[in-house]
């Protein structure tokens, strides 16, 4: 069964330090897309970035960093010199087959992150 | 990616009413997705809304609870019917775009508190 894992339930850091959130996951497909949102105070989800299960390539995006490494089944998410901006709800999610049109999405139970001034 | 808008964006509701959500995309979609997130919690989906048939409901999820409609293909309406306070939550409407590359995108939410 898919299982995604968010151990980390708040995390506290002070303005530019850098953060990494951990994502494990658990599935039995071989293709699988694994995801990251952001949920700022105002509740909507923002979509960050999607990985293909056959990419194992690391993205970097700005401040924004993820590792993807098949062998320990994580998707971890840096922030690099993070910003009070950055505080916000985290979760990571995964959804089985090459997004064909009722795949859905599992969610992890999300990372509170706080960034303090 | 694809504008949605929910309506309403928050409510406060008696015990015992029913309300009914709004989704809105600015584009024609397959799917839509209706997920529950409870106070603090994580994302649950609560059904897949295919336009002209009847929705596919999670485990734990009834159509008599929540009954949805997918009248076209921008459009779909979540109704939360005999609620409780248990039902307090955000209710997100969203959708994958015709891509079909595996993200979706979310409205705002509607925040439901039920006393």
């Known amino acids: ?117 | 990616s694809a504008v949605i808008s929910q309506k309403p964006s928050r409510d406060i509701c008696q015990r015992g009413t029913s309300l009914t959500i709004q989704c809105q995309v600015d584009s024609q979609v397959t799917m839509m997705f209706w997920y529950r997130q409870q106070p603090g919690q994580s994302l649950t989906l609560i059904a897949t809304a295919n336009q002209g048939s009847e929705a596919t409901y999670e485990s734990g999820f009834v159509i008599d609870k929540f009954p949805i409609s997918r009248p076209n293909l921008t459009f779909s309406t979540l109704t939360v019917s005999n609620m409780s306070p248990e039902d307090s939550s955000i209710y997100l409407c969203s959708v994958r775009t015709s891509g079909n590359t595996g993200e979706l995108f979310f409205g705002e939410g509607s925040r439901l508190t039920v006393l």
């Open chain 1, 1 to 117: 069964a898919q299982k995604v894992t968010q151990a980390q339930t708040e995390i506290s850091v002070v303005e530019k330090e850098d953060v990494t959130l951990d994502c494990v996951y658990e599935t039995r497909d071989t293709t699988y897309y694994l995801f990251w949102y952001k949920q700022p105070p105002s509740g909507e989800l923002v979509f960050l970035i999607r990985r293909n299960s056959f990419d194992e390539q690391n993205e970097i995006s700005g401040r924004y960093s993820w590792n993807f490494q098949k062998s320990t089944s994580s998707f971890n998410f840096t922030i690099t010199a993070s910003q009070v901006v950055d505080s916000a709800v985290y979760f990571c999610a995964l959804s089985e087959g090459y997004g064909g049109a009722t795949n859905k999405l599992i969610f992890g139970t999300g990372t509170l992150l706080a960034v303090q001034p």
